[in-house]
């Protein structure tokens, strides 16, 4: 066999296992896990809309620790991040051998898992080591990480103009999520003739409501990271939980903020129904 042949068999037996059905469980048990972190978040952010958050962090890590002080929660921790392993694995495979659908082969969506990838990946390994005992790693603060990336680019020549391009393309982005959630763009990559009216309408509501509030948060901070760049002060940066935050301090004060958390868990009951209906 040449070299020509065993090249092209190797890519066969790759690409048989990207549409395997253990990538398929992994893609699945990571929008469940996906889900699971949303839903604590918005939780997390309804309780700091009406109180202090008993000191509970509305981000990533909060939700990390909220899981962590449960009966069994190191056990829950290891399987919240091995499911997080199995979507960024997903998200591997489409950017080496395309989404499913008609147009999963574009480069620009094969970028996007790229992307997706590498995101969903740090998450996985910061959940963890977290499990493994190191405390410092998942459940850090958003904030706190936010300020020192952003205090560091501010002091190289140039910074600002990379901090502000970083907070447009940020802000960017959750317009286009914001968009695509609203035009109800999801329903390609879902299963529709599978569900039931009542489940459609379901869908339909956590997808357009969650994934514009979604949209929304990435767009107010990329919007303070673009400030933290014009200004040159990187404490005007935030992450998600002064993100959030920064909702109370709106005319419509905790109200605004109690609106967007239930928006957040509304995202993750998506992420469910993505779990189920997912096109993978």
């Given at each position: 066999?040449?070299?020509?042949?065993?090249?092209?068999?190797?890519?066969?037996?790759?690409?048989?296992?990207?549409?395997?059905?253990?990538?398929?469980v992994?893609?699945?048990?990571?929008?469940?896990?996906?889900?699971?972190?949303?839903?604590?978040?918005?939780?997390?952010?309804?309780?700091?809309?009406?109180?202090?958050?008993?000191?509970?962090q509305?981000?990533r890590?909060?939700?990390?620790?909220?899981?962590?002080?449960?009966?069994?929660?190191?056990?829950?921790?290891?399987?919240?991040?091995?499911?997080?392993?199995?979507?960024?694995?997903?998200?591997?495979?489409?950017?080496?051998?395309?989404?499913?659908?008609?147009?999963?082969?574009?480069?620009?969506?094969?970028?996007?898992?790229?992307?997706?990838?590498v995101?969903?990946g740090?998450?996985?390994?910061?959940?963890?080591?977290?499990a493994?005992?190191?405390?410092?790693?998942?459940?850090?603060?958003?904030?706190?990480?936010?300020?020192?990336?952003?205090?560091?680019?501010?002091?190289?020549?140039?910074?600002?103009?990379?901090?502000?391009?970083?907070?447009?393309?940020?802000?960017?982005?959750?317009l286009?999520?914001?968009?695509?959630?609203?035009?109800?763009?999801?329903?390609?990559?879902?299963?529709?003739?599978?569900?039931?009216k009542?489940?459609?309408?379901?869908?339909?509501?956590?997808?357009?409501?969650?994934?514009?509030v979604?949209?929304?948060?990435?767009?107010?901070?990329?919007?303070?990271?673009?400030?933290?760049?014009?200004?040159?002060?990187?404490?005007r940066?935030?992450?998600?939980?002064?993100?959030?935050?920064?909702?109370?301090?709106?005319?419509?004060?905790?109200?605004?903020?109690?609106?967007?958390?239930?928006?957040?868990?509304?995202?993750?009951?998506?992420?469910?129904?993505?779990?189920?209906?997912?096109?993978?």
């Amino acid at each position: 066999m040449n070299a020509n042949a065993l090249s092209t068999n190797a890519r066969g037996q790759a690409r048989r296992a990207a549409r395997s059905r253990a990538m398929d469980v992994g893609a699945r048990a990571g929008f469940v896990a996906r889900g699971v972190i949303y839903l604590l978040v918005g939780v997390l952010a309804l309780r700091i809309a009406f109180s202090d958050g008993g000191g509970k962090q509305a981000d990533r890590g909060g939700a990390i620790a909220e899981i962590a002080e449960k009966p069994f929660g190191n056990i829950l921790l290891w399987a919240l991040g091995l499911a997080l392993a199995g979507m960024a694995l997903w998200r591997l495979s489409e950017a080496l051998f395309g989404q499913a659908g008609p147009d999963g082969d574009k480069p620009q969506k094969r970028a996007m898992a790229a992307a997706r990838f590498v995101f969903y990946g740090f998450v996985s390994y910061s959940v963890l080591s977290y499990a493994a005992g190191d405390q410092g790693s998942g459940s850090g603060s958003s904030d706190q990480q936010t300020d020192d990336v952003t205090a560091r680019a501010l002091e190289w020549t140039g910074g600002q103009w990379i901090v502000g391009a970083a907070g447009i393309v940020v802000t960017c982005a959750g317009l286009w999520i914001a968009f695509r959630a609203a035009a109800r763009k999801f329903h390609k990559h879902l299963k529709m003739a599978e569900m039931t009216k009542k489940v459609r309408q379901a869908v339909d509501v956590t997808g357009v409501f969650g994934g514009v509030v979604r949209g929304a948060v990435f767009a107010t901070a990329g919007g303070f990271a673009v400030a933290a760049a014009v200004q040159h002060e990187p404490g005007r940066a935030k992450g998600m939980d002064d993100t959030l935050r920064s909702f109370t301090e709106t005319p419509a004060g905790p109200w605004l903020l109690a609106f967007i958390a239930l928006g957040l868990a509304a995202f993750g009951l998506f992420s469910w129904a993505n779990a189920r209906y997912r096109k993978v």
